[in-house]
Nanobody, 114 residues
Framework: QVQLVESGGGLVQAGGSLRLSCVASGSIFSIYTMGWYRQAPGKQRELVAR???????NYSDSVKGRFTISRDNDKKTVYLQLNTQKPEDTAVYYC????????WGQGTQVTVSS
């Protein structure tokens, strides 16, 4: 089992940037595929980005070119850099360890004002 703690959310204006961090503990981090998801009010939780243990990344079409996922295995941390943010990016962002069983962090709120 792994515990995940997100941080870095906040309130920004459209066009602004944030960097979210997710620190993992309790398990071997380097072998995990990690992901960032988000859930906006009234919408389903959706995949934003994911990164495999080897560093391969995937992004949703809505954030491709604006967001970047990365990881630091020594720090057991996965990051999400959110650039050129839009009001539509407003959501609670969740860090997740993917696999047979998904483990979720508590989430961090990102609010983008117009």
């Amino acid at each position: 089992q792994v515990q995940l703690v997100e941080s870095g959310g906040g309130l920004v204006q459209a066009g602004g940037s944030l960097r979210l961090s997710c620190v993992a503990s309790g398990s071997i981090f380097s072998i995990y595929t990690m992901g960032w998801y988000r859930q906006a009010p009234g919408k389903q939780r959706e995949l934003v980005a994911r990164i495999t243990s080897s560093g391969n990344t995937n992004y949703s079409d809505s954030v491709k070119g604006r967001f970047t996922i990365s990881r630091d295995n020594d720090k057991k941390t996965v990051y999400l850099q959110l650039n050129t943010q839009k009001p539509e990016d407003t959501a609670v962002y969740y860090c997740c360890k993917l696999g047979a069983v998904y483990y979720w962090g508590q989430g961090t709120q990102v609010t983008v004002s117009s």
